[in-house]
């Protein structure tokens, strides 16, 4: 029996079907016809016998243009000729195109993907225009980001951002599934099992590049107890246990434990997931007596240290972690006080401090406090509890979003053409 493809693509009006391939011609002689624009292949100028890209432009213009374009564009462009399917195909193209993508710093190709509990339960997985969201007076948010996973017993809400790289966004499922989603491309793949032949916690995930393997990986952190059970965890004494850690290489599509991997302190619960920036995947530990330290797991070598925060952090105070402009950030939240944000770089700095803004007090939906990006003319979009705000530090003034909430959490991804059936099995 023929094996089918765990690579998905998603249509927005009917379910999931195994992606086809690239190089099948007739197929895509068919999509070419069903592009609105583009003409029929009865009417379309001979471009196969033609090698250059456009023949009225030197080929590197032509790149120059094309690699600004968005990821819808680029689609139907594939649809033009060989030499168009080939270029915007090849990891070349992919690379530069997302090099440039990333650095606007407009933000014209970030989306925020962010968990609206509009349902009292699960809630929805909701995507914004992030240049729409600070640069318009008035904005429409796209559809709702439905992920049909195909997975018995998954509903389409049940899903749960655990970080994004390069704009691929890793979800885990109600019951900690995996899965890995281009949603520009509409293709996920799901992570095999991992082993569960000791009683573990539930334990942290984290995901990010690996530049220099050029690989995606998953990291799972987790706590290994004495116990056979967790019917009697408590029994017989106190509960003993060991840190563990396995990663997930999309190049292998495989497991592998961390061995000899020292830990320290036990995980604190900030509720947070891990951070990736600078190569690195990164979280909080409890440095022993009240300390807490920041753990960091290099995804190259895979080796773990520990760093210092900027600031002593006690129980006064919330404090999560971030990325701006490629390098680890922390959000202080002091109460009803102010907040503070920090960005590593040779070393802490404090980029801006925010004065004091009401915000619902215990609200039921409660998503800790968190900086989503700075823009260039100093303003910094953020989520304080369940609410998102644009602060403009020259004016101190903000910018409300009370459509959307209540929040229950927020990733932010480009969008990109990094294909998840290219990264498996390269060498």
């Known amino acids: 029996m023929k094996q089918s493809s765990p690579y998905i693509v998603i249509s927005p009006k009917s379910p999931p079907v195994a992606m086809e391939s690239e190089s099948d011609p007739p197929q895509r002689n068919k999509i070419n016809r069903q592009w609105e624009g583009i003409p029929s292949s009865s009417s379309a100028p001979n471009h196969e016998s033609d090698p250059s890209l456009m023949p009225d432009f030197p080929d590197e213009l032509a790149v120059d243009i094309l690699s600004r374009l968005p990821v819808k564009s680029l689609g139907k462009f594939k649809c033009v000729s060989k030499p168009w399917l080939s270029l915007i195909s090849s990891q070349g193209f992919i690379k530069t195109h997302l090099a440039i993508a990333s650095r606007r710093d407009d933000y014209e190709h970030h989306r925020l993907l962010i968990k609206v509990y509009d349902d009292p339960v699960l809630g929805s997985n909701v995507v914004y225009s992030v240049s729409s969201l600070v640069y318009s007076p008035t904005f429409e948010a796209s559809a709702s980001m439905m992920l049909d996973i195909g997975y018995r017993g998954t509903p389409n809400k049940s899903f749960w951002a655990v970080g994004s790289c390069n704009g691929l966004v890793c979800f885990r499922t109600l019951h900690n599934k995996l899965f890995l989603y281009n949603p520009c491309l509409k293709m996920y793949k799901r992570l095999p ?190 989520v304080l509890c369940s609410l998102l705000l644009l602060y403009n530090p020259s004016t101190k003034t903000f910018r409300r979003y009370p459509h959307i909430a209540p929040i229950g959490g927020v990733i932010m991804y480009v969008e990109s053409l990094v294909s998840l059936k290219s990264m498996v099995g390269n060498d």
């Not at 530049?211 to 056979?228: A, T």
């Not at 106190?238 to 396995?246: A, D, I, L």
């Open 193 to 382: 099992n991992r082993d569960r032949d000791k009683l573990r916690s539930p334990g942290n995930f984290g995901f990010g590049y690996d530049e220099l393997n050029d690989d995606y990986k998953v990291v799972w952190v987790f706590q290994i107890f004495d116990k056979p059970s967790w019917d009697n965890l408590y029994d017989d004494g106190p509960v003993t246990y060991e840190n563990g850690m396995k990663v997930y290489s999309l190049k292998d599509d495989a497991w592998h434990a961390i061995e000899d991997l020292k830990i320290g302190g036990c995980f604190l619960d900030t509720g947070e997931l891990m951070q990736y920036a600078s190569g690195k995947l990164h979280w909080f530990v409890d440095g022993g007596t009240y300390v807490c330290k920041i753990a960091s797991f290099d995804l190259a070598n895979e080796t773990y240290e520990e760093m210092e925060p900027p600031c002593d952090i006690d129980g006064l105070c919330d404090y999560t972690l971030g990325e701006l402009g490629g390098c680890l950030s922390m959000f202080y939240h002091y109460g009803s006080n102010h907040a503070e944000i920090w960005v590593m770089k040779d070393s802490w700095v404090k980029i801006v401090s925010i004065p004091y803004v009401d915000r619902p007090s215990n609200h039921r939906y409660s998503c800790s406090s968190r900086v989503v990006c700075a823009l260039r003319n100093g303003e910094v979009l953020f």
